[in-house]
């Protein structure tokens, strides 16, 4: 059965730093995955993604180098390494495939102080 749980999210300040994670289980572990955030009233957005060799990966414009996704398939992990955050970073953030399917997970929180 297709699973993704997001964890390591938090409270942090603007600058501060946050590893994502993302377990994907069954066919939610695909070749292309991606991270996706939500902000209240807003649109959920594309973030960043990766391929199954680590070797391309895409960003949104607004991440501005801040943000390094990357995986480690033995454990069916995708992380998104978070620096230099701003408050307006603050949103749930989810993985999912790339592009992504109509099965989300509960997502986690990231919230960031100015």
């Known amino acids: 059965q297709a699973q993704l749980v997001e964890s390591g999210g938090g409270l942090v300040q603007a600058g501060g730093s946050l590893r994502l994670s993302c377990v994907a289980s069954?066919?939610?572990?695909?070749?292309?995955m991606g991270w996706f955030r939500q902000a209240p009233g807003k649109e959920r957005e594309f973030v960043a993604a990766i391929d199954w060799d680590g070797v391309i990966t895409m960003y949104a414009d607004f991440v501005e180098d801040r943000f390094t996704i990357y995986r480690v398939n033995a454990r069916n992990t995708v992380y998104l390494q978070m620096n230099g955050l701003k408050p307006e970073d603050t949103a749930v953030y989810y993985c999912?495939?790339?592009?992504?399917?109509?099965?989300w997970g509960q997502g986690t929180q990231v919230t960031v102080s100015s």
């Open positions: 999912n495939s790339n592009p992504p399917t109509d099965y």
């Open positions: 069954g066919r939610a572990f695909t070749d292309y």
